[in-house]
C-alpha cells in the first residue's frame, strides 16, 4: 500500500484539481444554482460513483485498451455532447412558474429526483473520455509497485481523489445553492438563470465534441 506521506501528498493534489475550473465542477456550481444544493450533492454524489468505475477501468487495465481505441473515444465524447446539448435544450426551452425556495434551502428534491440528478453527475463523468485517459495517467504516478500489487493501490488512491472531490465539490453545491435559493424568489432572475445555464451546457458540448485524445 502506498505511504502516509504519498496519501497526503496525493489528496493534496487532488484538493488542488478540484479546485481548478474545469466541466465537472461547473456542471455542479450551475445544477446546484438552478435547482438548490441538495441537488448540487446528488450530482457530486453521482460524479463520485463515475468515478468509481474510471479508478476501477484503470485498475484493471481496461483504461489502456480503451484510450488504445481512437473509436471507442469518439462515440463516448460524442455521447457525453449530445447528452449536454438535451441539458442545454431543458434549460433554454419556455418554462411554467419557476419553483419556490423554502426556508431558504432551495427548492426540495424528492426522491425520484434525486436519483435523476445522480444520474445526470454519472453520465456527466462517464460520458467524458477524458477523465479516464486523466485517471490513466495521473494514478499509476502515484503507485509502488515495490510496496506490492498495484492494482490495490489504485484502487485506494481512487478513493482519496472521490473524497477530495466529494469535499470540494460538495462546497461548490453548497454555496453556489445558497445563492441560487436567492434567485428562485424571482420569476424573471430564474428565467435569466435557465438561460445562463444552457449556454454554460452548450458550451460543455462544443468543448466535448471538439476534444481529442491529445488535449
Not at 419553483?99 to 463523468?125: C, I, K, L, Y
Not at 495521473?138 to 490495490?152: E, I, K, T, Y
Request: net charge positive; proline share 5%; glycine share 10%.
Amino acid at each position: 500500500m502506498p505511504t502516509l506521506d504519498t496519501l497526503l501528498a496525493f489528496f493534496g493534489v487532488s484538493l488542488l484539481l478540484g479546485i481548478t475550473p474545469g466541466p465537472d465542477n461547473l456542471f455542479v456550481l450551475v445544477q446546484s444554482a438552478q435547482r438548490g444544493w441538495r441537488a448540487g450533492m446528488a450530482v457530486v454524489v453521482g460524479l463520485c460513483v463515475g468515478l468509481v468505475f474510471h479508478t476501477a477501468a484503470v485498475a484493471l487495465g481496461l483504461a489502456a485498451l480503451f484510450a488504445a481505441s481512437a473509436t471507442a473515444f469518439s462515440v463516448l465524447k460524442y455521447l457525453g455532447a449530445a447528452y449536454l446539448a438535451w441539458l442545454a435544450w431543458q434549460s433554454l426551452r419556455p418554462r411554467g412558474e419557476a419553483p419556490a425556495a423554502q426556508d431558504g434551502a432551495g427548492p426540495e428534491v424528492a426522491a425520484g429526483s434525486a436519483w435523476r440528478m445522480v444520474g445526470r453527475g454519472m453520465v456527466m463523468n462517464l460520458t467524458n473520455p477524458k477523465v479516464l485517459i486523466f485517471f490513466l495517467a495521473f494514478l499509476p504516478q502515484f503507485a509502488d509497485p515495490a510496496r506490492g500489487s498495484v492494482a490495490p493501490q489504485i484502487m485506494l488512491l481512487g478513493v482519496v481523489f472521490m473524497v477530495a472531490t466529494l469535499l470540494v465539490f460538495g462546497a461548490i453545491a453548497v454555496f453556489s445553492g445558497a445563492f441560487g435559493t436567492l434567485l428562485l424568489r424571482s420569476e424573471r432572475a430564474q428565467r435569466w438563470l435557465n438561460r445562463a445555464a444552457g449556454l454554460v451546457f452548450l458550451g460543455l458540448a462544443v468543448r466535448l465534441a471538439t476534444v481529442s485524445r491529445s488535449a
